[in-house]
C-alpha cells in the first residue's frame, strides 16, 4: 500500500471529524440580515444602516496623536501593559465610577467582546459548570460558555439560579440591547447573591458613559460592593465612549486574586494590546472633552430617531441609556424589519438577544447625521 492509500483520521475542525467546536454554537446571527440588508440597499435614497452599533464618527485628535506618536514600536509590550496605562485606568475607574482600585487589578484586554468570549475558557470553567447571563442578552454571553463546554443558562431573576452550579454569573448594565440600567439596590443584591454562593460575577458595562434617563453605576462602585472586589470583575471598552471600535481597546478590571490569574493565563496566550494603542488608551481616559461631544452627538440623533419612531407606531421601551432604542409594534419582529429594509433602514431583530425579543427591534443611533435625517424622513413622510 502506498503512503497515499494510508487512512488518516480528519483533522480538527476539517469536514468528517468527529466533533468541530463550531458545532457546539449557534448560527452566527448577522448572517441572517444579510436578504434584508440587500433590499434596504437598493432603496432610491440608499440605506439607513441602524442595526450594528459601530462609531461612524472621528476618532478624537488627541487619541489619533497618541497612536502617532508611538507607532515607532518595534518591540514587544506586554500583556499587562505599562504601569501607566494601568494607573490611568485606575483613576477613571476612581472619577467615573467611584471605585478605589490600584493597577494590580486591572488588564488590558483586546476588545471586550474577546474576553467575554474566552472568560470561562481562560477561568477554567467546562462540562459540570453554568455560566448564567440575562435572558435578552448579548450572544456572546452563551458563545463564551459552549467554547468551554459549559452549560449556558438565562435567566430573569438571579434568586431562580442553582447556586451550586453556577460558576460565573454575568450582569450587564446598561444593557445591550433593551437599554436598561439595573440600580445599585439591584447591583447589590446581584453582589449579596455571587458572594453567598462563592460565584464569579461579572459585570459588563461598557455602555457606562451613554446614560440618557439613568445614571449607570458600576458593580465596583464603594457604594455597591463596600469597598470589597473580591468576587468581582467589571468589563469596560472605549468602543462606544471614544470611538475606538477599530483600536479594540478594553480592559477588565476588580478581585486582583482573578486578575492575576488571568494575567497569567493571557501571558502563555500572546493576548497582548498593541503598544500604540496602549498609548492611545492613556490619552482617551486623560481627556472627558471629547466624551461629552460624542455623548452630545448621539443625544441628538437618540432624540430625532425615537420621535420618528414613535410617530411610526412604536413603542419603545427601556431605553434608559446605551447607544440603542428598543423598540416594538406588538409583532414578530422580522415582520418588522422586513417592512423597515423597504423603507431603505436596517434594524436588528430582537431574537438575535434570545427568543422573549421575538416582538421587538434593536434601532442604533451610530448611523452618521445625514443617515439619521433621512431615516427619520422616511419615518414621518
Same mark, same amino acid.
Given at each position: 500500500m502506498s503512503t497515499t492509500d494510508t487512512p488518516h483520521a480528519p483533522l480538527p475542525g476539517h469536514p468528517g471529524a468527529a466533533r468541530r467546536v463550531s458545532d457546539l454554537l449557534p448560527v452566527f446571527p448577522w448572517d441572517k440580515l444579510e436578504p434584508y440588508k440587500r433590499t434596504a440597499l437598493e432603496?432610491?435614497?440608499? /440605506?439607513?444602516?441602524?442595526?450594528v452599533g459601530t462609531p461612524v464618527d472621528? =476618532?478624537?485628535? =488627541?487619541?489619533?496623536?497618541?497612536?502617532?506618536?508611538?507607532s515607532d514600536t518595534p518591540g514587544y509590550p506586554t500583556v499587562w501593559g505599562p504601569l501607566e496605562l494601568?494607573?490611568?485606568?485606575?483613576g477613571w475607574l476612581n472619577r467615573r465610577a467611584g471605585a478605589e482600585i490600584g493597577p494590580e487589578a486591572i488588564l488590558p484586554t483586546i476588545g471586550s467582546k474577546e474576553l467575554v468570549a474566552w472568560l470561562p475558557t481562560q477561568l477554567g470553567l467546562g462540562p459540570?459548570?453554568? =455560566?448564567?447571563?440575562?435572558?435578552?442578552?448579548?450572544?456572546?454571553?452563551?458563545v463564551g460558555a459552549r467554547l468551554c463546554g459549559a452549560e449556558p443558562v438565562e435567566y430573569d431573576d438571579i434568586a431562580e439560579l442553582d447556586g451550586a452550579r453556577v460558576r460565573l454569573l454575568w450582569l450587564n448594565t446598561p444593557s445591550n440591547p433593551t437599554g436598561r440600567v439595573l440600580s445599585r439596590d439591584e447591583l447589590r443584591r446581584a453582589v449579596a447573591w455571587a458572594r453567598e454562593h462563592r460565584v464569579l460575577l461579572v459585570s459588563d458595562e461598557c455602555y457606562l458613559e451613554l446614560g440618557w434617563e439613568a445614571d449607570p453605576a458600576s458593580v465596583l462602585d464603594q457604594e455597591v460592593c463596600r469597598g470589597d472586589h473580591e468576587g468581582l470583575l467589571a468589563v469596560h471598552s472605549l468602543s462606544k465612549r471614544s470611538n475606538l471600535a477599530g483600536y479594540r481597546?478594553?480592559?477588565v478590571a476588580g478581585d486582583p486574586v482573578v486578575i492575576r490569574e488571568l494575567l497569567e493565563i493571557r501571558k502563555h496566550g500572546g493576548m497582548i494590546v498593541p503598544a500604540p494603542v496602549q498609548a492611545a488608551t492613556i490619552a482617551a481616559l486623560g481627556d472627558d472633552v471629547h466624551v461629552a461631544e460624542q455623548k452630545a452627538r448621539y443625544a441628538a440623533r437618540r432624540t430625532a430617531l425615537r420621535g420618528a419612531l414613535e410617530a411610526y407606531?412604536?413603542? /419603545?421601551?427601556?431605553s434608559e441609556a446605551s447607544l440603542y432604542l428598543w423598540a416594538t409594534q406588538d409583532r414578530p419582529c422580522w415582520e418588522t424589519v422586513a417592512e423597515l429594509a423597504r423603507l431603505g433602514i436596517l434594524v436588528a431583530p430582537g431574537d438575535f438577544y434570545g427568543p422573549s425579543g421575538g416582538q421587538f427591534v434593536r434601532v442604533a443611533f451610530t448611523a452618521t447625521d445625514e443617515r439619521v435625517r433621512a431615516a427619520v424622513e422616511r419615518l414621518t413622510r
Open positions: 432603496h432610491p435614497g440608499g /440605506i439607513c444602516d441602524l442595526s472621528p =476618532v478624537p485628535e =488627541v487619541i489619533q496623536k497618541a497612536l502617532a506618536a508611538h494601568r494607573r490611568a485606568i485606575a459540570g459548570d453554568q =455560566v448564567a447571563y440575562p435572558r435578552l442578552a448579548y450572544p456572546t454571553y452563551e481597546s478594553s480592559f407606531g412604536f413603542r /419603545i421601551e427601556h
